[in-house]
């Protein structure tokens, strides 16, 4: 290899030759020689805070927003009042849309704590015990994009670090040849990379999205085998490109992104050993595969399942489909959506409760189960204004998600809608309230998570949350 002697060309060889290979295995040398600068502030020293109950999180995401009152939230009143319309939001404002829409589906109380859920729930019906489910969700806005933002990264515009950057930002990794921030998403949901990034945090910190209508662990991830090369060979070049940017960083201490990329690369060549298996799915037993069911979401929330056996701190799952960026949003034929999208949904997520109990990884992880929103109790019509097809309408001011293992209390029901399920009334659980909670499960105090950026310090609850203690086991 020929390298150019001109100083300005030199570096941007080393430039080019740093970003261009794969994972380096430099950064804790050059850490260790005082080469590249400390990106940890001070406080983070303490984290965990306290002790932890959860040491990972697994959320699953229902992308449009499921119908809290045909699912977790049985509303009968609903069929007293069908076809009128409400006269007004919590807003003061006139809602859209036609009158009450009582849901098609029967509600029953399951497990010995009694959690009530729709039948388009058989397999969850099952762990009951196991959800604490949430009736009291509000967030600030009705709109996908904003309140998509909202739920994961506390803010309605995109300028802010997402939870799962956060997280690994706070407690770091407990496997360093995988990320510890992970997206399985089969397509690319709507707002997309950003709902994963790290923005002024740390590159290292953000999510690595993986595209799961793709199974083959070589589409999977790209680049994950070098076509010619054996691994020695790649521990070679490794060696060689090692020391190239160790002159590099020497001239630049304090360089963020030169760090980042670093990282990056150190880590892309760890992924070479242990990925291939850690994201192939093919490796487990057929029963185990048709446990979870063979769609998208379901082999995505196996993998999630390997993962966090081999210590992935964050792994989000996204339900998209190919037909649509978000499959919940049904403002058309609500009731046939939810059947389909329920029965799909319900067995993934029962089969991931159910095999992570049966391996002891459910108690110290904690699973998260919802959308953006919810969707509003009255229906909303087409212009042939055809009831058969109704759907339901975006709903913000009151909403259901639940939450599993990890420290919470299991068959547990945890707050309430009015009568008709339009707004939250009893103890109320903001987004900004659930990842306070969510932080704390995992030993963190988040007004103490911060990071200072552009002369202040953030974080994820910005000025807001309270954590949901009532919901702690």
């Known amino acids: 290899m020929d390298i150019p002697q001109s100083p300005r060309t030199r570096r941007e060889f080393l430039h080019q030759a740093g970003a261009g290979f794969g994972m380096l295995g430099l950064a804790g040398t050059l850490q260790a020689a005082g080469l590249l600068g400390n990106q940890t502030p001070a406080n983070l020293a303490s984290i965990p805070h306290f002790p932890p109950k959860a040491k990972r999180v697994i959320f699953l995401f229902m992308n449009g927003a499921p119908s ?6 049985p509303k009968p009143a609903l069929r007293k009042y069908a076809g009128q319309k409400p006269s007004k939001d919590d807003k003061g404002r006139k809602p859209r849309g036609a009158g009450f829409m009582p849901s098609p589906f029967k509600f029953k109380a399951h497990g010995q704590g009694g959690v009530v859920m729709s039948e388009l729930f058989p397999n969850l019906a099952k762990c009951a015990d196991d959800l ?250 087409d212009k042939k204004k055809d009831m058969t097809k109704a759907g339901r309408d975006h709903h913000h001011t009151g909403f259901s998600m639940f939450l599993a293992g990890g420290g919470v209390k299991g068959g547990y029901t945890h707050g309430a809608t009015d009568e008709l399920g339009m707004n939250a009334i009893d103890k109320r659980v903001h987004v900004h309230d659930l990842h306070a909670t969510l932080l704390h499960l995992l030993g963190i105090d988040h007004e103490r998570l911060t990071y200072r950026y552009s002369g202040r310090d953030f974080r994820l609850t910005d000025v807001h949350g309270h954590v949901a203690h009532d919901i702690i086991a």
Request: glycine fraction near 8%; charged fraction near 20%.
């Open 68 to 73: 809290h009152v045909d699912t977790f939230d």
């Open 132 to 381: 604490c489910v949430l009736r009291s969700m509000h967030t600030d806005v009705p709109n996908h994009e904003p309140g998509l933002l909202m739920m994961n990264s506390g803010n309605q515009q995109p300028i802010r670090p997402s939870l799962g950057s956060w997280l690994s930002y706070g407690l770091g990794n407990e496997n360093k040849n995988l990320p510890s921030f992970v997206v399985l998403c089969p397509g690319r949901p709507v707002v997309g990379p950003q709902l994963w990034s790290s923005a002024f945090l740390p590159g290292e910190h953000q999510g690595m999205s993986l595209d799961t209508n793709e199974l083959a662990v070589d589409r999977l991830v790209a680049n994950i085998r070098h076509p010619r090369l054996t691994r020695a060979q790649l521990g070679d070049q490794v060696e060689l490109i090692n020391s190239l940017n160790r002159l590099h960083a020497a001239q630049r201490p304090q360089d963020a992104a030169l760090d980042a990329q670093i990282r990056a690369m150190e880590l892309a060549f760890a992924m070479q050993s242990e990925a291939t298996e850690a994201f192939d799915v093919h490796r487990e037993p057929e029963p185990i595969r048709e446990m979870y069911g063979k769609s998208p979401f379901g082999q995505s929330c196996l993998m999630a399942r390997r993962l966090a056996e081999r210590g992935v701190r964050f792994i989000q799952v996204y339900y998209v489909t190919k037909k649509g960026k978000q499959p919940w949003d049904t403002h058309s034929n609500n009731n046939k959506s939810h059947e389909r999208l329920c029965a799909d949904s319900d067995q993934a997520t029962a089969a991931l409760l159910t095999d992570l109990k049966t391996r002891g990884l459910l108690e110290d992880t904690l699973v998260v189960w919802g959308g953006e929103f919810g969707r509003t109790p009255y229906a909303q019509l």
